[in-house]
């Protein structure tokens, strides 16, 4: 048999030069092409559905949000296990398919369900969603707004949240393989009513009359069109409030030909939305932090650098004293990890040559034996691209341990054994010695 391969391979050496160039040019493509990562991503084919409600407690929020949503979830085919956490204002459920179901075909299912968990959440109480479409290992930067020395005066950790949720935020998604920035810390910055009790009685106005004079004076309204020769023209009602004084100048009610705005009863400033949690960093106080989520299979190295391109560019377009501090990045960690595969095989490659040179004498013959461990690299490293495993320490490290060169070392053995004419001349044998072999094998 491996006469017939030995015999084949020499009678067609173009085709083999073919396949080799093949096989180099198809490995060098994977190497560069190839999702790379520090650690495998192990997280199980899941979807997550959040629930939010700032009025339940934790009883009420497992009673009326996350049973509802789990009783639902139960009837999907290729469901493997249903677990959720419920807290106060918050319900996370965790459905977990088989692997084989794929990524958006979960989520397909899901959403056809949701609507129907929805129906059985009292009105109110909260609405349903799905998480994104992320990992464990989804968290690839995070970083913090800080504020120059000079200018700590001139910024309200407010007005670092606002920077972040108008700005930052909104120039960072969008990039391909980002799949959410979250955003925690700061405060919330929202207009507040703060209604006065004693005028509202003295001008027999309701908290509910309050409440739907804002409502309904905060919305746009269109009314058609009126042409007018040749030019048609669109007629728009806009009632978005603006600023502080368009609250303060809404009409509540009319009473016996008085108008009553909501600046006669109440003060319209800014406050801060309700607030469950604080980020700190150094000593230094509270802080506006952002997160990056990778979007799931996507490229880690890849996305780090596009994120760290935007920030470059989002750092021009900040206010004057904001800039913006990454206090973790995976880029590092990944850089670390590969340089330590990289070397590992480099070392372990160049521990085989020697050996082999070493063990058959001859160095054409090594050389030739160890050009087998670059095409084996290349051929590993492009059914992992084929088969979406990304380059990690763990993957990496198995191809490591994969240098092995068995065969090829056969083969060039019995290619030597041809060559010399027979075992006899490799095992050292003299002539008379030789002719004593031949007759008693009947030669």
Avoid: H
Wanted: hydrophobic letters at 45%; glycine letters at 10%; one cysteine or more.
């Amino acid at each position: 048999m491996i006469q017939k391969i030995i015999a084949l391979s020499v009678n067609n050496k173009f085709i083999v030069l073919l396949g080799v160039a093949g096989l180099i040019m198809w490995g060098s493509y994977s190497v560069m092409n190839i999702p790379i990562d520090a650690v495998p991503d192990v997280t199980n084919n899941q979807v997550q559905i959040i629930t939010t409600s700032r009025n339940l407690s934790t009883q009420d929020v497992e009673q009326f949000l996350t049973y509802p949503v789990e009783l639902e979830m139960a009837n999907i085919m290729g469901v493997k296990e249903i677990r959720s956490v419920s807290k106060f204002g918050l319900s996370v459920v965790t459905v977990v398919f088989d692997d084989e179901m794929g990524t958006f075909l979960p989520r397909q299912l899901i959403t056809e369900k949701l609507k129907s968990a929805e129906a059985n959440i009292p009105t109110g109480f909260g609405t349903p969603f799905m998480g994104p479409i992320t990992t464990g290992l989804g968290e690839i930067y995070q970083y913090t707004l800080e504020v120059k020395p000079e200018f700590k005066d001139k910024y309200t950790i407010m007005d670092l949240r606002t920077i972040q949720d108008w700005t930052v935020k909104r120039q960072l998604s969008g990039l391909p393989g980002v799949v959410e920035i979250n955003t925690w810390g700061g405060a919330l910055k929202q207009y507040e009513v703060a209604i006065d009790p004693i005028r509202m009685n003295s001008l027999d106005v309701s908290i509910n009359e309050i409440f739907t004079a804002i409502e309904n004076n905060n919305s746009v309204g269109g009314g058609g069109y009126i042409e007018k020769e040749n030019q048609a023209y669109f007629i728009r009602g806009e009632g978005l409030v603006g600023s502080i004084q368009d609250i303060e100048n809404i009409l509540v009610k009319n009473q016996n030909g008085t108008p009553i705005f909501v600046k006669d009863i109440a003060t319209v400033g800014y406050g801060t939305a309700l607030r469950f949690g604080a980020i700190t960093g150094n000593g230094e106080g509270e802080k506006v932090m952002g997160q990056v989520m990778l979007l799931k299979d996507a490229s880690t190295s890849a996305v780090i650098a596009s994120v760290k391109e935007r920030v470059a560019e989002i750092q021009k377009n900040l206010p004057e004293g904001v800039y913006i501090n990454p206090f973790l990045e995976r880029s590092e960690l990944i850089g670390k990890t590969s340089f330590t595969v990289a070397e590992n095989l480099i070392l372990g490659a160049l521990i085989v040559i020697v050996v082999v040179i070493l063990l058959l004498g001859n160095i054409r013959a090594g050389l030739l034996i160890s050009s087998i461990i670059p095409l084996c690299l290349l051929f590993a490293i492009s059914l992992m691209k084929t088969f979406g495993i990304s380059a990690n320490l763990m993957s990496l490290g198995a191809v490591d341990f994969g240098i092995i060169i068995d065969g090829a070392i056969i083969i060039v053995e019995f290619v030597l054994f041809s060559m010399t004419g027979g075992r006899a001349l490799l095992l050292g044998l003299t002539g008379a010695e030789l002719q004593d072999a031949k007759k008693q094998n009947g030669d």
